[in-house]
T-cell receptor
């Protein structure tokens, strides 16, 4: 079972920041938080991941609370092309004894509106 | 680096027929995953390869399913005696051996069993 909880759907106005929350209250100390998104009929696309510090890349920012029980993915200036299902996943580090498989939940359907 | 490639993109088959899908991972990625995604659901893990060794299989992978990864390069997923319930998107992903690394997905093969 997925170890994260996300809202089923969210709307965002084009050009505004999209803030997608995720709860992962049972996260273990060595588990990372990963975010993927899936645009209709395409394979999931990696966005960002982090352990405890906030992270930023060219696509998004990831804010992880100090207790690591929740996080927020921020798309700073949402466009219509950001309309997708966004998945928040917790994942143990890859190792010789761990496959690193991703356990997907239902995700959040983000609709960016003009 | 052209990303993870899957072939075919679409497959329509009659119930009872066998089908085979191919996945070409990113070169030098030694970890390879297969997932299945049905309509409205997140992807579900099927099986994992580390190089040519199949190290984990989900209980979703019934006896009619078999996967191979000869020589640790491309992988194939075969479904024998297809059933209508096998209709889904079959996704392949690959990642490197680094501990803290993302998995990259292909565009998937959409199977329709009629």
């Amino acid at each position: 079972d997925a170890k994260t909880t996300q809202p089923t759907s969210m709307d965002c106005a084009e050009g505004r920041a999209a803030n997608l929350p995720c709860n992962h209250s049972t996260i273990s100390g060595n588990e990372y938080v990963y975010w993927y998104r899936q645009i209709h009929s395409q394979g999931p696309q990696y966005i960002i991941h982090g352990l405890k510090n906030n992270e930023t890349n060219e696509m998004a920012s990831l804010i992880i609370t100090e207790d690591r029980k929740s996080s927020t993915l921020i798309l700073p200036h949402a466009t219509l092309r950001d309309t997708a299902v966004y998945y928040c996943i917790v994942r143990v580090p890859l190792s010789s004894s761990n496959t690193g498989k991703l356990i997907f939940g239902q995700g959040t359907t983000l609709q960016v509106k003009p | 680096d052209t990303g993870v490639s899957q072939d075919p993109r679409h497959k329509i088959t009659k119930r009872g027929q066998n089908v085979t899908f191919r996945c070409d991972p990113i070169s030098e990625h030694n970890r390879l995953y297969w997932y299945r995604q049905t309509l409205g659901q997140g992807p579900e893990f099927l099986t994992y390869f580390q190089n040519e060794a199949q190290l984990e299989k989900s209980r979703l992978l019934s006896d009619r399913f078999s996967a191979e990864r000869p020589k640790g390069s491309f992988s194939t997923l075969e479904i024998q005696r297809t059933e209508q319930g096998d209709s889904a998107m079959y996704l392949c992903a690959s990642s490197s051996y680094r501990e803290n690394t993302e998995a990259f997905f292909g565009q998937g093969t959409r199977l329709t069993v009629v």
